[in-house]
């Protein structure tokens, strides 16, 4: 199986600040890497997939970049409602496998 | 947009069976692969399962292989996760989740997600 190994596990930022959050994937998965996110007691939500494509209704301040073995995730501008926790993801082949998360607190 | 309503769940002794049950909003279910995730209480997601878009090829975590199977009905937009000899690890809210692209495509995602629905494996 394909390990996602993610960073940091938690970070806390101000309001209007920015972040990025890393996946490093234990082998070349291309790039089928997608993020998602989860804010408490609710279902994930897509945010971007094929590593840097935004999902429709995502915000602009979202973005994500790389391919092979190291994926990143950032986002500006950081509002409250961006409190959640952040998952990358494979698809590249089965299982598809998660980052352990990262908690981001604004 | 479509939506996934999830069913099923509850609290089950060890050893017991559940049946879970997720149902599609539209009439393209049958082109899109679908899979459950799993979330234990306070950890992170891990994928359990998933079916191919005919129903066809299933797939299993190796911690489920040979006790859960994985079923779609698409003439009822439904998919469905039987699971048997249930022990206390497998507790956790399980999402059904669709793909994003049809057909399996390359550089897939899951894109729509169910609510969850709780499984409390406890004696």
């Known amino acids: 199986d394909i390990q996602m190994t993610q960073s940091p596990s938690s970070l806390s930022v101000s309001v209007g600040g920015r972040i990025s959050i890393t996946c490093r994937a234990s082998?070349?998965?291309?790039?089928?890497v997608s993020w998602l996110q989860q804010q408490a007691g609710n279902a994930p939500k897509l945010l971007i997939f094929?590593?840097?494509t935004l999902q429709s209704g995502v915000p602009s301040r979202f973005s994500g970049s790389g391919s092979g073995t190291d994926f990143t995730l950032t986002i500006s501008n950081l509002q409250p409602e961006d409190s959640a926790t952040y998952y990358c993801?494979?698809?590249?082949?089965?299982?598809?496998?998660f980052g352990r998360g990262t908690k981001v607190e604004v | 947009e479509v939506q996934l309503l999830q069913s099923g769940g509850g609290l089950v002794q060890p050893g017991g069976s559940l049946r879970l049950s997720c149902a599609a909003s539209?009439?393209?279910?049958?082109?899109?692969?679908m899979a459950w995730v799993r979330q234990a209480p306070g950890k992170g997601l891990e994928w359990v399962s998933g079916i191919g878009f005919s129903g066809r090829d299933t797939y299993y975590a190796d911690p489920v292989q040979g006790r859960f199977i994985i079923s779609r009905d698409n003439s009822k937009n439904m998919l469905y996760l039987q699971m048997n000899s249930l022990r206390v690890e497998d507790t956790a809210v399980y999402y059904c989740?669709?793909?994003?692209?049809?057909?399996?495509?390359?550089?897939?995602?899951?894109?729509?997600w169910g609510q969850g629905t709780l499984v409390t494996v406890s004696s």
């Open positions: 082998q070349a998965v291309g790039k089928s």
């Open positions: 094929a590593a840097s």
């Open positions: 993801q494979h698809s590249y082949s089965t299982p598809p496998t």
């Open positions: 539209e009439v393209t279910f049958g082109i899109y692969a």
């Open positions: 989740a669709k793909d994003l692209r049809a057909y399996g495509g390359h550089e897939n995602a899951f894109d729509i």
